[in-house]
C-alpha cells in the first residue's frame, strides 16, 4: 500500500522550523511547491535572476507574487503585502516562499540582499506571533 502524498510532503519539511528564511540548498522547488500543495498552504516563487537593481528585484518579486498594482516598489511595501493585509483577509493556512537566485550585482550588493532577506525574516516573524507557518527558501544567483 502506498503511503499517502500528504505524509511525504510532511516529511520533507519536518527538519525545517515553520517560521525560517533559509537557503534552498538541497530542496528542490517543484518538491517545495507540492508540499505547500498538500498542505495546503500558500505558495509564493520568484525568479530573479534578470534581476540588476533594487527596482527590477521588487518589480519581478511584485509580478510573480501577483501583488496589487498600487505596490509601492520599496522594502516596507513588500513587508506590508507580505503580513497585514493578508492578514485582514482572514485566516491563513501558511506559506511557502521560494526566492530563486537573487542577484549579487553591484547595484544589488550584499547590503541589498541582506535588506531584503530580513524583510523575509521579519514576515517570518510577523506571522509566527499569529502561530501561522511561514517558511522562505532562498538561492543566490
Not at 528564511?21 to 517545495?32: E, K, M, N, P
Not at 497585514?84 to 550588493?109: N, R
Request: glycine residues 4%; charged residues 25%.
Amino acid at each position: 500500500m502506498e503511503t499517502p502524498l500528504r505524509k511525504d510532503q510532511d516529511t520533507l519539511l519536518r527538519g525545517v522550523r515553520p517560521n525560517i528564511v533559509q537557503s534552498i540548498r538541497a530542496f528542490r522547488v517543484h518538491d517545495l511547491q507540492e508540499t505547500a500543495r498538500a498542505l495546503g498552504h500558500h505558495f509564493l516563487y520568484a525568479n530573479l535572476a534578470h534581476a540588476q537593481t533594487k527596482p527590477d528585484v521588487l518589480e519581478l518579486i511584485a509580478t510573480q507574487f501577483t501583488f496589487p498594482a498600487h505596490f509601492g516598489k520599496n522594502f516596507d511595501a513588500l513587508y506590508d503585502c507580505m503580513t497585514d493585509p493578508l492578514h485582514k483577509s482572514g485566516p491563513q493556512p501558511g506559506f511557502v516562499v521560494v526566492l530563486e537566485q537573487i542577484p549579487a550585482t553591484v547595484k544589488f550588493d550584499k547590503e541589498a540582499r541582506e535588506q531584503l532577506l530580513d524583510i523575509f525574516r521579519d514576515a517570518a516573524d510577523y506571522w509566527s506571533d499569529r502561530k501561522i507557518a511561514f517558511r522562505c527558501f532562498y538561492s543566490f544567483l
